[in-house]
């Protein structure tokens, strides 16, 4: 299977806050945001592997900065790193400035995908070359984030995460 860049695969969605999705603070509800993630790292995970894909995990989101209502907001999701059937998918969310159109960072989040067959069935995926230095970083420090998942979801022993044990020891 061919590898893949980050960049092939790479959705960007933008849209705006209406008051239907909002908190009673007038920002962004946090379950409208995870809905959004999941949607535009579902199509970059599709994109990726060319197979139907599942949310296996939300192994981390960060709403750092509230998102006022009327906002411009665009949620990009990257693939950062596969393994055998799944791809962690990196999700950056940005606010637009009105009047001068500056994008600023307003949260984040990594989600955990499954390239599944028609019955339900994990299938292998086309690995991915990071290009840019960010793109690297995120690579090199996914499998640490994938054996904390598998950990925390009870599938892999503690004592089985090499990488995680590294970094303390
Ligand atoms: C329930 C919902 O509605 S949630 C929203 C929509 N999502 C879904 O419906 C998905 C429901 N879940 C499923 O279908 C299954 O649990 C699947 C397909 C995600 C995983 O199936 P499993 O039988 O666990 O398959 P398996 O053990 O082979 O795991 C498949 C891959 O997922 C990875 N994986 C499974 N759980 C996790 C997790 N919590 N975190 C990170 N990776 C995970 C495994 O490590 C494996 O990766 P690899 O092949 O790249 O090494």
Redesign the pocket.
Do not use: D, W, Y
């Given at each position: 299977m061919q590898s893949k860049n980050p960049s092939d695969s790479a959705c960007i969605m933008t849209d705006l806050v209406l008051p239907g999705e909002t908190n009673p603070l007038n920002n962004l509800f946090g379950g409208e945001l995870l809905a959004r993630m999941d949607r535009a790292a579902s199509i970059a995970a599709r994109r990726h592997s060319r197979r139907i894909v599942?949310?296996?995990?939300v192994?981390h989101v960060a709403f750092n900065r509230a998102v006022p209502l009327g906002s411009v907001v665009t949620v990009e999701a990257k693939v950062s790193r596969?393994?055998?059937?799944?791809?962690e998918i990196f999700i950056d969310v940005w606010i637009e400035d009105r009047e001068s159109g500056t994008k600023s960072k307003a949260n984040e989040a990594i989600y955990?995908f499954?390239a599944?067959d028609e019955t339900?069935?994990?299938v292998?995926?086309p690995t991915v070359e990071p290009q840019t230095e960010l793109e690297k970083e995120r690579f090199e420090a996914a499998l640490r984030r994938?054996q904390l998942?598998?950990v925390?979801?009870g599938?892999m022993k503690p004592s089985d995460a090499t990488e995680l044990k590294a970094l303390f020891m």
């Open positions: 599942v949310t296996a995990s192994n596969t393994f055998r059937t799944s791809m955990t499954v599944v339900g069935i994990p292998a995926v994938k998942s598998l925390l979801a599938k």
